[in-house]
């Protein structure tokens, strides 16, 4: 689904990334672990297309378009930026139908816990409700790919599990599934662990 293929990024003096090589299968829900700093974020970015590597390549092969990534559009790719980022100004309904051309996702509204707050704004419902609304907009266009950062950092157990078993309804339809993640549970849901250690792949 996607290769990245000796990807390096640096800001500054600082190197974020050395260069690294990691393939997502379809199907899969992969889970990138490590330390504070250890580039996960800067790898989900690149993968994503919302970065670009400083060297290397990231390949996405079909069902993927043969785009960048950056022209990719939410029915390709489906992303859950750490900061979130919903539109401000539309529902949690309407940024959901955004991401899917029409109005739509109730069962993942209702999946996610989110049915009743489907009418307000982001501003309007709580960090972890926002979170899980932004779950439900990468999710509702049936990407082919999924990149979520640590898409279960504001949720109670029982709402992290909801999160998770969306994920990986999405990797059992055919998604390719990848997250960051610090949570246990998470590493426990995952078929594949990818661990980083400054800025390297240790294990995957
Ligand atoms: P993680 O997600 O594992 O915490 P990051 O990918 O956020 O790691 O960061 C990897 C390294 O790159 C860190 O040393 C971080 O300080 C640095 N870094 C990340 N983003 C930026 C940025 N926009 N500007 C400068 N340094 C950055
Ligand atoms: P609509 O409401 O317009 O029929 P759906 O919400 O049924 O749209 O489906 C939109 C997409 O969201 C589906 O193709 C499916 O991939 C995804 N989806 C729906 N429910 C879930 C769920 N519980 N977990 C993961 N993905 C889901």
């Given at each position: 689904m996607l290769s990245l293929r000796g990807v390096c990024k640096s800001y500054g003096e600082a190197e974020?990334?050395?260069?690294v090589d990691a393939d997502l299968p379809a199907g899969e829900l992969a889970v990138l672990t490590g330390p504070?700093?250890?580039?996960k974020s800067t790898l989900l970015m690149i993968a994503g297309g919302w970065e670009t590597p400083d060297g290397g390549e990231v390949v996405p092969s079909p069902p993927?378009?043969?785009?960048?990534?950056?022209?990719?559009?939410w029915s390709d790719v489906g992303f859950v930026p750490q900061s979130i980022s919903?539109?401000?100004?539309?529902?949690l309904a309407d940024n959901l139908a955004l991401a899917l051309g029409r109005p739509g996702g109730g069962d993942l509204l209702e999946a996610l816990d989110l049915t009743r707050l489907a009418?307000?704004?982001?501003?309007?419902?709580s960090r972890g409700e926002q979170q899980r609304a932004a779950v439900a907009r990468a999710l509702v266009a049936a990407p082919a790919l999924v990149i979520a950062d640590?898409?279960?950092?504001?949720?109670d157990h029982r709402r992290a599990l909801l999160v998770l078993d969306a994920l990986r309804a999405a990797a059992d339809r055919g998604a390719a599934v990848l997250i960051a993640s610090h949570d246990p549970v998470a590493v426990r849901y995952a078929d594949r662990e990818i661990r980083l250690g400054a800025g390297s792949v240790l294990r995957g």
């Open positions: 974020a990334l050395r260069p504070s700093g250890s580039g993927l378009p043969d785009l960048p990534m950056d022209r990719m559009s919903l539109f401000e100004e539309l529902t009418a307000r704004r982001p501003g309007e419902v640590e898409p279960t950092s504001h949720q």
